[in-house]
């Protein structure tokens, strides 16, 4: 009986069958809300998130690391998405810097960790932030590799986000709606309106697992459409057995291995 280390079967880069191939390992940087990490983990990644806070999600509890990212982003990643904070960072707190006492200093130390989420030892890497001030922009080094707006992932709203990206394609829009109201405005007052208003909207984190989830696989050879793991008994032991589904030449299938370690296919409708 083969002992499989991984229930997804996928293909090397030769395009053979290949059951060994892992499941891609994201980390979402900097994230209470669960929202990107929840999103990767339905289209059946290895996503875990990693904030200062408790995880907001049910799923936090086995899928969230509480504590200093800087503890884990030196592990080996596939993809890191970071969204660190941007108070000191962005141009709308600017007009601080040479007034509050201290500001300076924190600015310099939030432009540090912002660099070390970019230098994260992953193959793919998005740092998201608000547009920059230039003392920022100074020490980040970077400029920024695109802006994107809510409005244009199903959400009337507007809200200038920056991502700097590394060996990622750009996010392409996926809904555009009227509504050109500010996200300010729309949250109703009260304690948890500034955590309220940095969380990433659902529709952009839908649109980063969609197309840089796609993006990861397609590197890898993986061109699973949608590799959600469902319960599959083999056919000979009746034990539960390791699939995924792909597309092949335009059809849906699942391929699933029985315990012989055999690949057997059979059409979905
Ligand atoms: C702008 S918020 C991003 C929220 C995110 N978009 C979400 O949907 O949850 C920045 C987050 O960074 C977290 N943070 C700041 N420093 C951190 C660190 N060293 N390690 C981990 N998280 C940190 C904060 O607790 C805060 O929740």
């Not at 293909?11 to 929840?38: H, M, P, Y």
């Not at 029985?258 to 690949?263: E, W």
């Amino acid at each position: 009986m083969i002992k499989f280390q991984t229930n997804i079967v996928g293909r090397n880069k030769a395009g053979e069958r290949d059951c060994k191939v892992r499941q891609k390992r994201i980390l979402v940087a900097c994230e209470f809300s669960g929202r990107v990490r929840d999103a990767f983990l339905d289209r059946g990644f290895d996503a875990i998130s990693c904030d200062l806070r408790p995880s907001d999600s049910d799923r936090g509890k086995s899928r969230h690391y509480q504590g200093n990212v800087l503890d884990i982003i030196g592990d080996e990643w596939d993809l890191v998405i970071a969204h660190p904070e941007c108070t000191y960072l962005c141009n709308s707190g600017v007009r601080w810097l040479h007034t509050q006492p201290g500001r300076w200093m924190k600015m310099i130390q939030a432009a540090m960790f912002f660099r070390m989420c970019l230098e994260a030892n992953a193959a793919h890497v998005c740092v998201e932030n608000p547009i920059p001030h230039c003392y920022a922009m100074e020490i980040i080094e970077e400029p920024y590799s695109q802006i994107i707006q809510p409005w244009q992932y199903g959400h009337g709203e507007t809200k200038a986000t920056c991502f700097w990206l590394r060996n990622l394609p750009q996010l392409q829009p996926t809904n555009v709606v009227p509504g050109r109201e500010g996200r300010i405005h729309r949250l109703p007052p009260g304690p948890n309106r500034s955590k309220l208003r940095s969380m990433t909207y659902e529709g952009v984190a839908l649109a980063f697992a969609d197309q840089w989830g796609a993006h990861l696989n397609k590197e890898s050879g993986f061109t699973s459409a949608n590799n959600k793991r469902v319960q599959l008994l083999c056919d000979s032991c009746k034990r539960r057995v390791p699939f995924c589904h792909w597309y092949d030449d335009g059809q849906r299938i699942v391929r699933y291995l029985t315990c012989d370690g055999f690949s057997a296919t059979e059409p979905v409708l």
